[in-house]
């Protein structure tokens, strides 16, 4: 396998036959099914690695031909990569394999994915073509996620499916096995160790960057679990409002009050990196009160604070936690024209368990075959 590969591409690549400076086109593809923080700091290393990244995005029929059935559909998965800052364009419906047509195609210098590794239905790695021809690279898988992991929490549902700490695993595991917990797993690509959030990690996922003299700033506020397709077109219409937009992000103990169950489904810290990922979004307070205060919107000099159609509780006061930017006269509500939610997604997983705990099981059974090929070929894993 590759070394992982930190530095601009070499090679060659980015000069023409001339030897004239170009942009360095990346290639990035893959199912992008309940897309999380995880696929978004893959996109962020790759663009990293040249100028111009390119994403391709599998259809429904090919995940479930060499996957198993997606979680969402081709058309959410293509606007939720859309909406990552990363990604300058995005290809839809391409191969489950990667060859050296498709980074022709598309100009691509070389193709870029984590140091994990995927399979076809066959077991045959995904990416052996352009490995071949010395057209690939590799980046940090990020540990503590994947998209096995969510489904695996949402099907276990327990108060503490997103610490993954020792005491749970101690207290859990017995449980993981018939609830579909994957955080267990065997294989290094589908198990999940413990997310470990860095001050560092967040900084590379933020700009930066301070509202520019003049700006209409906009606040929303959220548990923004599940960063899904419903939370990409609200924060799109909220941002349409103003010029710089902040997003509030409860704590774990505050969205299990409002949204009962078991949620949240992802930590604070977990959501923070989804929010930030959001090409709509300037910049994220982290615990942000469920009341908005006028204090709070006097620190951030917010001009509009905006909601969805969602209904909203009441404080713990019995008051509404919006009810001081509306006596302002800075509160708008907006239609997204989008009505999916983070229970739908939970409610769509638990009413297809057994089809989702298939998938997971064949998925990670085809990752300890390959895991067993590579080791009898004296191939590091």
Request: hydrophobic share 35%.
């Amino acid at each position: 396998m590759p070394a992982n590969n930190s530095e601009k591409p070499l090679n060659g690549f980015g000069s023409d036959l001339g030897g004239h400076k170009r942009p360095v086109r990346v290639w990035c593809d893959g199912c992008y099914d309940m897309v999380h923080f995880g696929h978004a700091n893959s996109l962020r290393q790759a663009k990293a690695l040249g100028d111009y990244l390119v994403v391709g995005v599998h259809n429904d029929a090919e995940i479930t031909k060499h996957k198993g059935p997606p979680v969402f559909t081709e058309q959410d998965r293509y606007k939720m990569v859309r909406g990552i800052k990363w990604v300058d364009e995005v290809v839809e419906g391409v191969p489950y394999v990667t060859s050296l047509d498709t980074l022709d195609k598309y100009n691509c210098d070389f193709c870029v994915h984590g140091n994990d590794i995927t399979v076809t239905a066959e077991g045959v790695d995904t990416y052996h073509l352009v490995k071949g021809a010395g057209r690939y690279r590799e980046v940090e898988r990020t540990e503590g996620v994947s998209t096995t992991d969510l489904v695996g929490r949402m099907l276990l549902l327990t108060r503490t499916h997103f610490k993954q700490g020792l005491f749970e695993y101690s207290v859990e595991k017995e449980h993981s096995t018939t609830m579909g917990q994957d955080s267990f797993a065997r294989s290094p690509w589908t198990g999940c160790s413990q997310f470990l959030p860095t001050t560092q990690k967040i900084i590379q996922f933020s700009d930066g960057k301070a509202p520019k003299k003049g700006d209409r700033i906009v606040y929303v506020a959220g548990a923004f679990d599940l960063f899904h397709v419903g939370h990409l077109d609200f924060l799109e219409k909220a941002r349409q409002q103003g010029d710089y937009l902040i997003a509030g992000l409860h704590t774990d103990p505050v969205v299990n009050r409002y949204k009962g169950s078991n949620f949240p489904i992802m930590n604070l810290h977990e959501r923070v990196l989804s929010a930030l990922a959001c090409k709509y979004v300037s910049e994220v307070v982290i615990g942000a009160p469920y009341k908005v205060t006028e204090s709070l919107m006097s620190h951030f000099k917010v001009d509009v604070v905006v909601h969805g159609q969602t209904p909203v509780m009441e404080d713990f006061d019995g008051t509404d936690p919006y009810e001081i930017p509306k006596r302002l006269g800075k509160f708008m509500s907006v239609d997204s024209g989008n009505s999916m939610t983070t229970e739908k997604i939970v409610e769509r997983i638990i009413r297809n368990r057994l089809e989702f705990q298939e998938r997971n099981s064949k998925k990670e059974a085809k990752e300890l075959q390959l895991i067993e090929t590579l080791k009898m070929k004296g191939l590091a894993v």
